[in-house]
């Protein structure tokens, strides 16, 4: 099994749930900010031009985050990484499309990809963040979709209940964009991200990554 990965990106959170589970793995190191994922030979591997990419023992691909983080909790079920009753797995599942699909896709991606994002205007995309800008627009989505998610994590310690599973490894990643990207995390959320980062898997793939 093979992950492929890129510095400050969200593949994070699969390399961690590899290092949750425990059993041996590779991973390839991609230059995805100066484009590398976007060319051959990855996009012979992967079309999308994206990481996490996983190549499993029998050479298929799988992509997008949480199809690898199901698989990977489905075939570690030992491991507990996604609930088996219908309303813990339906609340992980919830967590994983918010994180990915608004606070991430929506939010952070425009904050490092405004060109990709309309409108298309030179003054739109290059007053960083002043009013209007897209990414101001980005930075707006992630803390309202933050400040929407603070609340649950009042309730329990990790993202869906008291005990890891995807939806921490998800939320972790975009947790850990915040103070790089100048989001003040609200004060559930940040505690969150403290916790995960005691976890000795998560520190040792930080220390791999060379991040904090
Ligand atoms: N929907 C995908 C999104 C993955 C994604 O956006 N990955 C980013 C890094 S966080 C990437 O590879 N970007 C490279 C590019 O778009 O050029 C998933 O959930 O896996």
Not at 60 to 75: G, H, K, P, Q, Y
Not at 117 to 125: G, M
Request: hydrophobic fraction near 40%; include cysteine; proline fraction near 8%.
């Amino acid at each position: 099994m093979k992950l492929y990965w890129g510095p400050h990106t969200c593949a994070i959170g699969i390399h961690v749930l590899l290092e949750e589970i425990g059993k041996p793995y590779a991973t390839e190191k991609l230059d995805v900010a100066g484009g590398a994922s976007r060319k051959p030979p990855f996009t012979g591997i992967n079309p999308k031009g994206k990481v996490p990419t996983l190549v499993r023992d029998d050479g298929s691909v799988l992509t997008e985050f949480s199809a690898i983080a199901t698989w990977l909790a489905r075939t570690n079920p030992e491991k507990g990484l996604l609930p088996d009753d219908p309303e813990g797995e339906a609340r992980a599942v919830e967590m994983l499309a918010y994180v990915e699909g608004t606070i991430h896709g929506q939010g952070f991606a425009r904050m490092f990809m405004p060109t990709r994002f309309e409108p298309q205007d030179v003054v739109h995309q290059t007053v960083g963040l002043g009013a209007g800008s897209v990414k101001r627009q980005g930075k707006e989505m992630v803390e309202a979709g933050f400040a929407i998610l603070d609340p649950l994590l009042s309730r329990h310690p990790y993202a869906v209940g008291d005990t890891f599973t995807i939806a921490d490894a998800a939320l972790f990643y975009a947790e850990r964009w915040a103070p790089q990207q100048k989001i003040t995390l609200p004060i559930n959320l940040q505690a969150h991200l403290d916790r995960m980062k005691t976890r000795p898997a998560v520190a040792k793939v930080m220390e791999l990554w060379d991040e904090t």
